[in-house]
């Protein structure tokens, strides 16, 4: 059996696969490791002590060896446990499953599992997987044969890997797969470090829960009047929405539409809309007690890397503190002497859009420090002089059309979201199109290409299949969505491998901390490392940044959240105190049935 190609230039080939403990929020502790040497069939089959006893890694990591893993941040995450370092060239098969396999329904997961029954091999059965699961979540002692169960469960996954790499090798773009696979060893630190966060004040959230949310609907709504207990009555909302006069989309049916979706959409249009939109989330879908946080106050979590089609992270909305509401990031603190500061592209999609589309009337604007303004500026809607400040409601009304180009949107949709007629939404987009034709012509030649090839990559490969039933607004969109994903990934490879602690990647930002007299040279650093980022995926074009600085005893804030977190920071200072019963039953918000609570959750033992 060999492995053709770029492959040869590797002399090792080491076929890795660990199984760890992991209780929510807090790091692996490693239980046991196999690794094979793909052409030799040299096989190592170590238990956790033997695995600690190890003061460096038993197997070549340099450039000359390939390290070769499903979803490899988990074992990296092992690495950084034992204090192993990094290998120096990862290949990750999970990784290039989904790379080629985007945008493709298939008929199972893609888990390891999944891949071989795509590519026809046999693998362990579901049962038995799922048994071995469970046990490596047991964590603690092991007896004799629950040991060896595991090797040997460790050691399938690797004769899997075995038979997976020389089926996908021919498919693979072996330097773009190394990039790919860089990025899962930033990933890996990125979850080791995990997010600052104020521990004694989530538990004292969590403790007060129940309480906090009577409060909250009582405070809230008695501007609103749209509750009745804790259910939210939709003829009530319709209503308030008739004396306010906003316009609110509707169902075919003709109902309001209340979805989740819909909500967030027309609360960054209405701010009257924004308390009734965080309270129902706060009431039907906020897990306090599954946010993953340890022991040592780090939110941890799976990012779920390259999950979603433009190749962008997934973590879990309930166990990562950027996944629920705005307000509830208040709780991201750095401790004593430390500071974070949260890095963001500025206007990220449009300065790719300018940069993919080389259109220069576009570019012009990204230059000016201030797009949506200076798009206003160019169709001659607002004088030379106007500033954010002067032409604050003529910028607003021109951002939203850049938006909504951005995102497909119509004239319809645009109209809603700036609560006006159609007919100045479809004014609003003829401008776009007239001011930046060069654009235009490139994201339709965009979508022409996928309906007539079948897909659209971004600048290092990562690739989406496009079928019969695609939408060519999501087509439109992906080139700026899947290129600002692939520019966030190298400058978190960038930033790690110089050292710098990143907590967390947020869509087109990074959180890092240090300490609090580091904090703005390593800002500086970091900025200089996004900068790099996007210069290489646009071809030389720079993206600006800009940088939130947070040190103790201060807290990050979301300006968005901040009047919410006021609120119910207010009800937990009066609040009685007391732990509330294991579970509470209430009323969903949507006309579904009363859903749980779990006020007291223990934590989750996870095994990859």
């Known amino acids: 059996m060999t492995v053709t190609g770029f492959f040869s230039q590797f002399p090792e080939i080491w076929l890795v696969d660990f199984e760890f403990s992991a209780p929510s929020g807090e790091r692996p502790t490693p239980l046991c490791m196999v690794a094979r040497e793909f052409r030799s069939g040299r096989t190592m089959r170590m238990w956790q002590d033997d695995l600690f006893a190890q ?35 990862i290949l990750d098969l999970c990784v290039e499953f989904k790379c080629y396999t985007s945008g493709v329904t298939l008929p199972c997961k893609r888990d390891l599992l999944g891949a071989l029954v795509y590519h026809g091999i046999d693998g362990i059965d579901p049962s038995e997987k799922e048994l071995m699961r469970k046990l490596a979540m047991q964590g603690g002692t092991y007896k004799d044969e629950e040991r060896a169960a595991l090797l040997e469960y460790c050691e399938g996954d690797v004769v899997a890997l075995a038979k997976l790499l020389p089926a996908m090798a021919p498919k693979i773009d072996l330097p773009r797969a190394l990039l790919r696979g860089r990025y899962m060893a930033a990933s890996a630190r990125m979850e080791w470090d995990g997010v600052p966060t104020d521990l004694t004040l989530l538990e004292k959230l969590r403790s007060n829960w129940t309480a906090i949310q009577d409060q909250l609907i009582a405070s809230i709504d008695r501007s609103y009047g749209i509750y009745e207990g804790r259910t939210f009555k939709a003829e009530r ?22 979805e989740d979706d819909t909500f967030r959409q027309m609360a960054r249009s209405y701010s009257r809309v924004a308390p009734i939109q965080e309270l129902r989330y706060a009431l039907s879908q906020l897990r306090l007690s599954e946010l993953a946080v340890g022991h040592d106050g780090r939110n941890r979590c799976l990012l779920s890397a390259f999950q979603a089609r433009t190749s962008r992270n997934q973590p879990s909305n309930s166990k990562f503190i950027f996944g629920p509401s705005v307000w509830l990031r208040g709780l991201i603190k750095p401790s004593s002497g430390r500071a974070i500061a949260y890095l963001d592209y500025e206007q990220q999609e449009f300065g790719i859009a300018a940069a993919l ?106 690739r989406v299949h496009v079928g019969s039933d695609a939408n060519p607004r999501s087509l439109a969109n992906f080139p700026m969505q899947a290129n600002g994903a692939e520019m966030l990934r190298l400058a978190c490879c960038l930033a790690t491998e110089q050292g710098i602690m990143v907590c967390a990647p947020v869509h087109d930002a990074l959180l890092i901390e240090a300490s609090a007299d580091e904090i703005d040279r390593v800002v500086e650093q970091a900025q200089a490392c996004m900068a790099e980022a996007s210069r290489i995926v646009l071809a030389g074009f720079e993206l600006r940044t800009e940088a939130k600085t947070v040190r103790y005893p201060d807290r990050y804030m979301d300006p968005r959240g901040e009047k919410f977190w006021a609120e119910v920071m207010a009800i937990l200072d009066v609040v009685p105190t007391g732990k509330p019963g294991p579970f509470v039953a209430f009323q969903n918000t949507t006309n579904g049935p009363p859903v749980g609570l779990s006020v007291d959750h223990p934590p989750t033992l996870i095994s990859y």
């Open 55 to 89: 003061r460096e890694c038993p197997f070549p990591l340099g450039p000359g060896a390939l390290f070769v893993a499903y979803y490899a941040s988990a074992e990296l995450g092992c690495h950084l446990a034992l204090g192993w370092p990094m290998p120096a060239r």
């Open 237 to 258: 909302f319709e209503s308030w929405l008739a004396g306010e006069d906003i316009p609110w989309p509707r169902l075919p049916s003709g109902a309001l539409n209340l």
């Open 357 to 462: 589309s080389r259109d220069q009337a576009m570019q012009a604007a990204y230059a000016s420090g201030d797009p949506y303004l200076e798009f206003a500026k160019q169709t001659r809607a607002v004088p030379p002089d106007a500033t954010k400040a002067s032409h604050k409601q003529q910028r607003e009304l021109f951002k939203a059309c850049v938006l909504a180009v951005q995102y497909g949107m119509g004239s319809k949709s645009l109209a809603e979201r700036i609560g006006q007629p159609e007919i100045q939404a479809r004014e609003l987009l003829r401008l776009h199109r007239e001011t930046y034709p060069v654009f235009w012509r490139w994201s339709r030649a965009a979508v022409d290409h996928a309906m007539l090839h079948g897909w659209l990559y971004t600048a290092f490969s990562w």
